[in-house]
């Protein structure tokens, strides 16, 4: 009996559909610009030389949290038109907590490490 109970439970979890609007399709189709923007910045970065002006003036979490915001910001900038649009199919009330966690968790501790490394800080 436990056994078709999960069985069902498992069809109906297949049989979901998942309902996503016209301006979350609109994001999720630029995630991949999203994505080569921040890695762009990075490979920037690692050009400077060792000890480079912005070491001066962050910390390896300031760093991420200031390398994390020009980044959404450069990607709403090119977007300008869907990010400032009020209308039904606009972007203006978008959440943008997506980008946040994109750069946090896939390129936070990389960042982090990129700063620690480029800046020859010591975290201890």
């Known amino acids: 009996m ?12 297949v049989n979901m559909k ?6 979350q399709l ?26 480079a002006w912005w070491c001066k003036y ?3 979490d300031s760093f991420l949290e200031n390398f994390r915001d020009r980044c959404i910001e450069e990607f709403v900038n090119n977007n300008w038109e869907f990010f400032h649009d009020n209308s039904e199919n606009g972007g203006s009330n978008m959440d943008i907590s997506l980008l946040y966690n994109i750069v946090d968790q896939d390129y936070g ?4 490490n990129l700063f620690v490394r480029k800046c020859n800080y010591y975290r201890y």
């Open 18 to 23: 998942i309902i996503i609007t016209e301006n």
């Open 58 to 60: 962050n910390t390896p």
């Open 2 to 13: 436990r056994l078709e109970s999960s069985i069902t439970q498992k069809q109906k979890i």
């Open 109 to 112: 501790n990389y960042i982090k």
């Open 26 to 51: 609109f994001l999720i189709r630029r995630l991949q610009q999203f994505v080569d923007l921040v890695e762009d910045q990075i490979d920037g970065y690692e050009r400077n030389e060792d000890g």
